[in-house]
T-cell receptor
Framework: DGGITQSPKYLFRKEGQNVTLSCEQN?????MYWYRQDPGQGLRLIYY???????QKGDIAEGYSVSREKKESFPLTVTSAQKNPTAFYLC??????????????FGEGSRLTVL | GIQVEQSPPDLILQEGANSTLRCNFS?????LQWFHQNPWGQLINLFY???GTKQNGRLSATTVATERYSLLYISSSQTTDSGVYFC????????????FGAGTILRVKS
C-alpha cells in the first residue's frame, strides 16, 4: 500500500547525542516536509524539500539538518545544538500539481524523548 | 506570516450531539485543510477545501474565502470523533507553506 513511513515511532536518547529520524514515502510525491509538535500546540515547520537535492529552512530550523538524496526519502537529524529536542516529529509529503496546491499527507510520527 | 486562529480551544460533547468548529485566517489562501489528530498522534486528512463546501459522511466543511474563515461541522458525534482538530492554510504570500492553527480539542462522552 502507498503511504508515508516514519521510524522509529519512539526514541529515547541522552542529551548531547545526535539522532536521525527516517521518513520514506512510496507515493511518488515531489515535496516532503518535517514538522515539530509540542504538547498542546499546533505544528511548526522545520524543513521542507520541493525536489531531490534541494531543501529550505522552515520556521524553526536551528539545531536540525536534513538531506534529500532520493525522491522517496527525507531523513531529519536532530543535532546536539537543538536546545529542546523532546517533541513529536511528523513527516509529510504532497503530490505535484493536480490543482491542489500543497495538499499534505502525514506519516504516523516519531516521538523523541531526550533524557 | 499568515495567522490562523481556531475556536473554541476545547469542546466537550455528549454522544449524538452536533458541533461547529471555526478557523479564521488573516490573508487570502490557496490551500486550506482540516485534519483530525487521533489519540495516537496521527494526522488524518479530513478535507482539502480552499473554498466552497464539501461533505463526507457525518462531517462537512465550508470555506468562505472572501471573509477569511472556514467551518467544520460534525453531526451525530461519536466517541471516536474525540481528538484534536487542526485547520491549516497556505498562501502565495507565505511561499505556499502550510501554517497550522493551535487546534480544537474535542471530547465526546458516551
Amino acid at each position: 500500500d502507498g503511504g508515508i513511513t516514519q521510524s522509529p515511532k519512539y526514541l529515547f536518547r541522552k542529551e548531547g547525542q545526535n539522532v536521525t529520524l527516517s521518513c520514506e514515502q512510496n507515493l511518488n510525491h515531489d515535496a516532503m516536509y518535517w514538522y515539530r509538535q509540542d504538547p498542546g500546540q499546533g505544528l511548526r515547520l522545520i524543513y521542507y524539500s520541493q525536489i531531490v537535492n534541494d531543501f529550505q529552512k522552515g520556521d524553526i530550523a536551528e539545531g536540525y539538518s536534513v538531506s534529500r538524496e532520493k525522491k522517496e526519502s527525507f531523513p531529519l537529524t536532530v543535532t546536539s545544538a537543538q536546545k529542546n529536542p523532546t517533541a513529536f516529529y511528523l513527516c509529510a509529503s504532497s503530490p505535484p500539481g493536480q490543482g491542489r496546491t500543497g495538499e499534505l499527507f502525514f506519516g504516523e510520527g516519531s516521538r523523541l524523548t531526550v533524557l | 506570516g499568515i495567522q490562523v486562529e481556531q475556536s473554541p480551544p476545547d469542546l466537550i460533547l455528549q454522544e449524538g450531539a452536533n458541533s461547529t468548529l471555526r478557523c479564521n485566517f488573516s490573508d487570502s489562501v490557496n490551500n486550506l485543510q482540516w485534519f483530525h489528530q487521533n489519540p495516537w498522534g496521527q494526522l488524518i486528512n479530513l478535507f482539502y477545501i480552499p473554498s466552497g463546501t464539501k461533505q463526507n459522511g457525518r462531517l462537512s466543511a465550508t470555506t468562505v474565502a472572501t471573509e477569511r474563515y472556514s467551518l467544520l461541522y460534525i453531526s451525530s458525534s461519536q466517541t471516536t470523533d474525540s481528538g484534536v482538530y487542526f485547520c491549516a492554510v497556505s498562501s502565495r504570500g507565505y511561499g505556499n507553506k502550510l501554517v497550522f492553527g493551535a487546534g480544537t480539542i474535542l471530547r465526546v462522552k458516551s
